[in-house]
């Protein structure tokens, strides 16, 4: 492909890829390298600062990163990767949301294919509410699974790919990652990572499904949209991570999660869920639209059901309408 035929976000990939170690890249170099003009150079620079990378200018130095960024490599992922994953993974610069991608080319891919993205400019999140993606600060990762046998084989998969988050995390030396039901992973009683299924298909025929992770790694200061306590692994790790390392640790556990879950179904994986219960024995409430149910959290039952010691006794609930926090 010749320079003049560059994607917008090819143009941005490269930028970045030029600007990452950490050096100052004028404007003019950046311009000849990519065939476009130095009002290009900074109209891309504004937008990519608008995705929320952090690029200063010095006037007769060129443009900089506050920050040194280790970008996403796809080779530098596969490398590290078991075997059997290593041909199902694509990674983008900018795209609206990995899992609007995945759902876009389900058709056509394997189980347990993934999509990285450096940003997303339309992430989502549970319940209709938007995920902030900022440039480079975390994993943004959506894997495509196929259930031949239909609805009914996806019993608790929102709760096993927690414990499979949480497992990853471990392996990267965060060891008090904690699980709210039905899949939020928090560390100190702040929210590090989300996990939204999202589910195609008729009842009783085959489904596909998008299983979407978002994994707070570096956030920047200047994220403030967040609408609840958030934490990061830098913070909780105090050093710098790898996310290549760190998104094939994931990939790899996710698919040996998946062969298990496809097999055995929740069944294995309820005491370690249990494990990492964040709100095991203690005061919670339920809200269930505009329905709130109080008692203290007792775990989940054999199909994934949150149960809550209520004045009427042991009750379960299910449902992807409820929300839980402390009492
Ligand atoms: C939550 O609300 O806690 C779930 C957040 C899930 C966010 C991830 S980021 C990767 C994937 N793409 C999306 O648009 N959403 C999920």
């Not at 290009?40 to 007769?60: R, Y």
Request: charged share 20%.
């Amino acid at each position: 492909m010749s320079l003049n035929q560059l994607t917008t976000d090819e143009i941005r990939t490269r930028i970045v890829e030029c600007l990452a170690p950490g050096q100052f890249c004028s404007g003019e170099a950046l311009g000849e390298q990519l065939g476009i003009s130095r009002a290009a150079v900074s109209n891309h620079i504004k937008c990519l600062n608008e995705l929320g990378l952090d690029i200063f200018s010095v006037s007769g130095k060129g443009y900089k990163f506050a920050k040194p960024l280790l970008v996403l490599n796809k080779n530098t992922i596969i490398s590290q990767l078991h075997q059997s994953a290593r041909d199902k993974l694509i990674v983008l610069n900018v795209i609206d949301s990995t899992n609007q991608y995945i759902k876009s080319h389900q058709t056509e891919l394997p189980n347990g294919f993934v999509c990285l993205a450096e940003a997303q400019t339309a992430g989502r999140g549970r319940l209709g509410r938007v995920w902030v993606s900022p440039y480079g600060a975390s994993l943004y990762l959506s894997m495509h699974w196929a259930f031949a046998m239909g609805y009914q084989a996806l019993n608790g998969l929102s709760l096993v790919i927690g414990v499979a988050v949480v497992e990853a995390l471990k392996k990267a030396g965060v060891s008090e990652a904690k699980l709210k039901w039905p899949n939020d992973i928090y560390v100190q009683d702040k929210k590090l990572a989300g996990i939204l299924i999202e589910v195609e298909g008729q009842m009783g025929s085959a489904c596909q499904c998008v299983i979407g992770i978002g994994l707070n790694v570096n956030l920047p200061d200047t994220v403030t949209q967040i609408d609840q306590p958030f934490i990061d692994m830098q913070t909780v790790l105090q050093h710098s991570i790898d996310r290549n390392k760190f998104a094939a640790t994931l990939i790899d556990e996710l698919h040996a999660t998946m062969v298990i879950f496809e097999k055995s179904g929740l069944e294995p994986f309820i005491a370690p869920w249990q494990t990492a219960d964040v709100y095991a024995n203690k005061a919670i409430k339920l809200i269930i639209g505009q329905k709130t149910i109080e008692g203290i959290g007792r775990g989940i039952n054999n199909v994934g059901a949150l149960l809550i010691e209520t004045t009427e006794g042991l009750r379960a609930y299910q449902g992807g309408e409820i929300s839980v926090r402390s009492a």
